[in-house]
């Protein structure tokens, strides 16, 4: 395997953002005048080994777009034995342009820098624009111990199971700040309506005692590996607010197929303390209502498998059942009388019964048909050296232009000519110099054997 690490950082004009759309209010951005978490993440990596192309995807508001993307640059230039490549709004620029030349029309919701599901739809575009066959997602709070942990990443993926299941999609697990697997959510109770904390702990006890690979009910967006076959197929579903990881094992499943849990692969996941969890649950709010609506519309489609809460026990099927339209109400109640975040937790029992319902109901079918788009679009881009070469070309010379203000001197990249290192746009002009895939320079991982993986399904 040949796997690209993508990472997604979340930039804000202001110290404690929580203003934009649901879609564009995200759990802890960094603010531009501080570096946030992603120099220790990238730290962290520069112990594992095999590690090759990292991708940093900067999403930001349009204001501070271009600065953000010279900061993570000035952060990626601290770190000369990686090799990272930067994708801000220029980059996503061009991918807009390249989709348009081939005639798939504008897609600036579904892929760009705006939203969990989105960014991440970004990255699976340009790697598969630049040749890797398999993704490893991390996100920028998090921090890698193993120097084995890419080659834990992509042990058996694109291999066959026993009984000739394909592994296309892997996730992993954290430790928190206490260096615990389990889930710190509380039993209070204002809680007993929602026992979200206590219902995916049970399910990860029972995964860690079973054998290393199992059918996954969780997904973990920092911990996830994808095979090509895998992110070919489907998108990340840009309409959900959060928690795009377990909708994505979802989807995988309405389309015939799995994510599997990988118990010796792991990493720390160390966030900043959040500004908002009443605004956190307003988002939570969106996402089990579009979750359960989404979910509900997939059952009137005769080309889906169909996917019962039942199958999905103790995690996440009770979220998945109609009862969560209660459950949320009440806890919102609950927690607005007991949580010091009384405003908010107002202002989400509202949402629940006004606009977030509303949101579920008009957008629970969008996702489905974006998938038609999505498959045409990567058969399209994969590979595509008329693009590849504009994203190399807009990288490296961000690269150099910010090493200069810098009063560096850096080290031309190889793929790139004297005439090419400027911000040009997508055109046929000859790409001498760059390979047609850029992950050919990296050495291959072996996915290893299969021969210890027993699956305890209930078939």
């Known amino acids: 395997m040949n796997p690209v690490v993508i990472i997604p950082t979340f930039v804000s004009a202001r110290s404690r953002r929580e203003g934009g759309s649901i879609i564009t209010t995200y759990d802890h951005p960094t603010p531009m005048s501080q570096d946030g978490e992603l120099p220790r993440c990238l730290e962290s990596l520069t112990k594992v080994q095999g590690i090759g192309q990292i991708i940093v995807l900067v999403a930001a508001e349009p204001s501070i777009a271009h600065k953000a993307a010279q900061k993570t640059q000035a952060i990626a230039a601290r770190f000369p034995e990686l090799h990272i490549a930067v994708i801000g709004a220029a980059e996503a620029g061009l991918v807009q342009q390249r989709m348009e030349q081939l ?122 590996a994808l095979h090509k076959e895998a992110f070919k197929r489907l998108s990340f579903d840009p309409w959900i607010p959060r928690g795009e990881d377990l909708d994505y094992m979802l989807n995988l499943r309405m389309y015939g197929s799995d994510i599997w849990f990988d118990n010796k692969w792991s990493l720390h996941h160390l966030p900043p303390e959040s500004a908002s969890e009443g605004t956190r649950f307003r988002q939570d709010i969106y996402r089990w209502l579009y979750e359960y609506r989404k979910m509900e519309y997939s059952r009137t489609q005769i080309d889906l498998m169909q996917v019962k809460p039942s199958s999905l026990e103790p995690y996440p099927g009770p979220f998945l059942e109609p009862s969560i339209v209660r459950r949320i109400r009440i806890t919102a109640f609950l927690r607005s009388l007991a949580r010091p975040d009384k405003r908010a937790y107002r202002k989400a029992a509202k949402a629940a019964r006004t606009e977030a319902a509303q949101y579920a109901q008009r957008n629970c079918m969008k996702y489905f048909e974006f998938q038609f788009v999505w498959s045409e679009l990567m058969s399209r881009i994969e590979g595509d050296q008329i693009l590849s070469t504009a994203i190399v070309r807009s990288a490296v010379s961000r690269a150099e232009n910010v090493a200069s203000a810098n009063g560096r001197v850096v080290e031309r990249d190889p793929r790139i000519g004297d005439d090419q290192a400027t911000n040009a746009p997508v055109t046929d002009a000859s790409a001498s110099g760059i390979p047609e895939q850029v992950a050919a320079q990296y050495s291959n991982i072996d996915p290893g054997m299969t021969s210890e993986i027993r699956l305890n399904l209930a078939d």
């Open 103 to 224: 005639g798939l029309g504008k897609l600036t919701r579904e892929v760009g820098l705006s939203g969990y599901g989105a960014v991440r739809n970004l990255g699976l575009v340009v790697a598969c624009a630049l040749g890797f066959d398999s993704v490893v997602f991390l996100d920028d709070d998090e921090v890698v111990v193993d120097a084995d942990f890419l080659k834990r990443a992509v042990y058996g993926l694109g291999k066959l199971t026993r009984k000739g299941i394909p592994i296309l999609a892997k996730t992993g697990f954290y430790y928190n700040s206490e260096g615990s697997y389990l889930s710190k959510s509380q039993n209070k109770w204002y809680n007993r309506f929602w026992q979200q904390g206590s219902a995916f702990n049970k399910w990860i006890e029972q995964a860690m005692h079973a054998p290393r690979l199992s059918r996954s009910n969780h997904v973990c967006g920092g911990c996830l």
